[in-house]
T-cell receptor, first 113, second 114 residues
């Protein structure tokens, strides 16, 4: 069964702290996507990681991909309240043939002042 | 502005009354898809379309129909809605193959079937 597991599922952190969200997947995939979702809102694309060893950074967020370990990380540096949201990773296990994404269950991030 | 537009945003309906949720994109994307989001289950694909007149089932297609007569539109049809189809629905679009910039999602449709 294809699985995408994120941990933690819930993360409460203080402003200014660093933390990492982990995304493990059970199938081969050379592409991994990170999305952000605010409550009641749509999904916003954060990162598209296209190859093993890929690292992308945007502001306080940095994502990396290790296809051999089937692991992606989303690192948060010096968190601020505006980063509070649910973060999803997703993989495409069919090599783009169907453009089907398998999503993780999401990590709810709450940044406390 | 490049976007995926879904309508309606909110819908309450009764069991068995046919409904259609519309989805339209203005980016000339080949690929379109429908997902439903449920608490604890994440997002699951309902149907997808690789291009005009090309559609296929996703993971949870039962009770849904789609059509792709034009490249920009991909409506989701519930012929006889049931309460277990109460959910948050998202339409998404992207270029074919591996889109370099990810997929664009619509704003969502919150459907309640009573």
């Amino acid at each position: 069964e294809l699985k995408v597991e994120q941990n933690p599922l819930f993360l409460s952190m203080q402003e200014g702290k660093n933390y990492t969200i982990y995304c493990n997947y059970s199938t081969t995939s050379d592409r991994l996507y990170w999305y952000r979702q605010d409550p009641g809102k749509s999904l916003e694309s954060l990162f598209v990681l296209l190859s093993n060893g890929a690292v992308k950074q945007e502001g306080r967020l940095m994502a990396s991909l290790d296809t051999k370990a089937r692991l992606s990380t989303l690192h948060i540096t010096a968190a601020v309240h505006d980063l509070s949201a649910t973060y999803f990773c997703a993989v495409d296990p069919y090599g783009g043939a169907t453009n089907k994404l398998i999503f993780g269950t999401g990590t709810l991030l709450a940044v406390q002042p | 502005e490049a976007q995926v537009t879904q309508n309606p945003r909110y819908l309450i309906t009764v069991t068995g009354k046919k409904l259609t949720v519309t989805c339209s994109q203005n980016m000339n994307h080949e690929y379109m898809s429908w997902y439903r989001q449920d608490p604890g289950l994440g997002l699951r694909q309902i149907y997808y379309s690789m291009n005009v007149e090309v559609t296929d089932k996703g993971d949870v297609p039962e009770g849904y129909k789609v059509s792709r007569k034009e490249k920009r539109n991909f409506p989701l049809i519930l012929e006889s809605p049931s309460p277990n189809q109460t959910s948050l629905y998202f339409c998404a679009s992207g270029t074919g193959g591996f889109p370099l910039y990810g997929y664009t999602f619509g704003s969502g449709t919150r459907l309640t079937v009573v």
